[in-house]
């Protein structure tokens, strides 16, 4: 499973869960002021609709236009981070896979 969160300079944001056989759980929501306190809600949220654990996902992923020196950017990036450190010990390690391209 991937963790993958689209940015947009509009103040869109996605955050989606995939599998390797392409199938999703997804969320929207629109963001300007409060991104750091709903991110990681979300995400749980997000993980409860799909039942699954943390320990299921094995990359992440953030996507879209805005620069990496946004707040925006860095939260989810340090977000994604700590996540992947978080997950229990395994013989396959998180993979980041944090770019700025849609």
């Given at each position: 499973?991937?963790?993958?969160?689209?940015?947009?300079?509009?103040?869109?944001?996605?955050?989606?869960?995939?599998?390797?056989?392409?199938r999703f759980s997804k969320?929207?929501?629109?963001?300007?002021?409060?991104?750091?306190?709903?991110?990681?809600?979300?995400?749980?949220?997000?993980?409860?609709?799909?039942?699954?654990?943390?320990?299921?996902?094995?990359?992440?992923?953030?996507?879209?236009?805005?620069?990496?020196?946004?707040?925006?950017?860095?939260?989810?990036?340090?977000?994604?981070?700590?996540?992947?450190?978080?997950r229990p010990c395994q013989k396959?390690?998180?993979?980041?896979?944090?770019?700025?391209?849609?």
């Amino acid at each position: 499973m991937e963790l993958q969160l689209g940015l947009s300079k509009s103040g869109q944001i996605n955050l989606a869960i995939l599998d390797r056989r392409g199938r999703f759980s997804k969320t929207s929501w629109k963001d300007r002021a409060y991104f750091s306190g709903r991110l990681l809600k979300e995400i749980d949220a997000l993980m409860k609709k799909a039942r699954i654990s943390l320990d299921k996902v094995s990359g992440y992923r953030i996507m879209g236009d805005v620069p990496k020196n946004w707040t925006t950017y860095r939260i989810a990036k340090i977000t994604f981070e700590t996540l992947a450190l978080a997950r229990p010990c395994q013989k396959k390690s998180a993979v980041l896979d944090l770019n700025n391209e849609i």
